[in-house]
């Protein structure tokens, strides 16, 4: 019998039972079903809603039934979602006692307390996640900042830079994703139970000492957004599909710098797969793995967004749709970082082809410009200028690094001899000192400044959690 079935003449159908269940998703919200039934239990007591006695009777069993079901001693079956499932175990063990839990309570913003809870560890976990990749990109950055590499934009080489200077550009967007996810985690960090079904309840309860039991740092203030929130969870799937755009693009590129036509990088066969019919072959299967799974957590944030997009307020029992999206883009999330992260040193950066590679395109060409304008062209003249000695290499087989003095002098009479030194590929990268830029010592400050940021944004407690 359910526990809601009072009112009913005639037991559910068995197809309508298994299609409206939902254990076999939520039974991993277990954890957090009963840290939020200890806090709201706890404060019943307190309260004088329900006998101190009781209380203390009914958290010693919930915190029983929480380390069962941790140490595999109990498991979590036969019950329409994990709340019913904790609430009738709770019931069995100290009898009747067990059903004045509920009291004040629905299961309207049990779930939304429980989903939150569970977010924030989520999103602590992920950023730890997060913290490593970071700490490993900027390890291999520290060793090829002196490693020259084509730049491109729209796919065609454009300037020089150096592997450093690449690896860190995606150190920046890692730590863009774990700011966002801090910032998401203060939305996430707000209490709503005591919002009941939708207007709250007449009981006193003290709802600040609910979330100061669970370490919220606030709590919701209108009880119809309190238990139709899912905001918080759309915004979570959002920065898990930026997390995997990133990923993405890094692994894009991994993929074809991998390919002979560019012969950049080796891949380790720890982390590459062979194909059933061509002996020659070694796949970047884990990167493209990454690549296509970043479209599943992308579906994921259109899930959620598409079942909230028409519900009107307040709870909906559309909003059961919620978890499947959360906990699959957490686990493949989760998953991507981790084998990313484990992969990415394995490495092996063909330096020599790198750096031949910057050679070619005329990728001093702006430097070549820049030097006319330091010696008093316009820079737009200057473009044009150096436009026409691209065509001229271009026409004739040549390259700005090979060409004469004399070759320089026929497009403009400013050109000395220090244009020879000018466009080697080393003296254009080295030249560019600014922040932001690719000089070794400037991309060595960046990595410092990284190091440094990293223990203020991941402080020592977010690893014990």
Same mark, same amino acid.
């Given at each position: 019998m359910k526990m809601w079935s009072g009112r009913f003449k005639n037991d559910i159908d068995s197809r309508a039972d298994a299609f409206n269940a939902s254990l076999p998703f939520d039974k991993r919200l277990y954890k957090h079903d009963i840290m939020g039934s200890i806090a709201h239990c706890t404060m019943l007591g307190e309260c004088g809603i329900i006998p101190q006695n009781e209380a203390e009777t009914i958290c010693a069993?919930?915190?029983?039934? +929480?380390?069962?079901?941790?140490?595999?001693k109990? =498991?979590?079956c036969d019950a329409e979602d994990i709340?019913? +499932?904790?609430?009738?175990?709770?019931?069995?063990?100290v009898g009747d006692v067990g059903k004045k839990l509920h009291t004040a309570r629905s299961r309207n913003d049990q779930v939304a307390l429980?989903? #939150?809870?569970?977010l924030r560890d989520s999103v602590d976990e992920i950023n730890l996640l997060l913290r490593d990749l970071i700490k490993t990109i900027v390890d291999l950055a520290e060793q090829h900042t002196e490693t020259i590499i084509p730049a491109y934009t729209h796919m065609q080489k454009a300037q020089p830079t150096t592997l450093a200077h690449h690896l860190m550009a995606y150190?920046?967007? +890692?730590? #863009?994703?774990?700011?966002? +996810?801090?910032?998401?985690?203060k939305r996430i960090n707000i209490m709503?139970?005591?919002?009941? =079904?939708c207007t709250g309840t007449t009981f006193p309860i003290n709802r600040k000492r609910v979330a100061e039991l669970l370490d919220f740092d606030d709590v919701t203030h209108n009880a119809l957004d309190g238990v139709s929130d899912r905001d918080y969870a759309i915004e979570y799937l959002t920065d898990v599909a930026t997390v995997m755009m990133h990923l993405s693009r890094f692994n894009e590129e991994i993929i074809y710098w991998a390919s002979d036509e560019f012969g950049y990088i080796g891949l380790d066969d720890r982390f590459s797969t062979g194909s059933s019919i061509m002996p020659q072959k070694k796949n970047p299967d884990m990167s493209e793995l990454i690549r296509g799974k970043t479209g599943r957590c992308y579906g994921n944030l259109m899930r959620?967004?598409?079942?909230m997009k028409g519900l009107p307020l307040a709870y909906n029992k559309d909003m059961q749709e919620d978890k499947e999206a959360v906990f699959d883009a957490e686990d493949t999330v989760k998953a991507c970082l981790e084998i990313f992260t484990a992969m990415l040193p394995t490495l092996r950066f063909h330096t020599d082809a790198l750096e031949t590679g910057a050679q070619g395109g005329f990728t001093a060409a702006t430097d070549c410009a820049d030097y006319l304008v330091r010696k008093g062209m316009p820079f737009r003249e200057a473009h044009a200028v150096i436009g026409g000695l691209v065509l001229y290499c271009t026409e004739y087989g040549k390259d700005?690094?090979?060409?004469s003095l004399e070759e320089f002098k026929n497009y403009s009479t400013l050109f000395e001899a220090d244009i020879l030194n000018c466009v080697k590929i080393k003296n254009v990268v080295y030249a560019r000192k600014i922040v932001g830029a690719p000089a070794p010592k400037a991309v060595s400050n960046e990595i410092k400044r990284i190091r440094k940021l990293l223990p203020r944004m991941f402080p020592e407690k977010s690893e014990e959690q």
């Open positions: 069993a919930l915190s029983d039934i +929480f380390f069962d079901i941790k140490n595999g109990l =498991a979590v709340h019913m +499932f904790v609430e009738e175990k709770l019931t069995a063990r429980d989903l #939150r809870l569970y150190a920046e967007m +890692f730590l #863009r994703d774990a700011e966002r +996810f801090l910032d998401t985690r709503p139970l005591g919002s009941g =079904a959620l967004l598409t079942v700005l690094s090979t060409l």
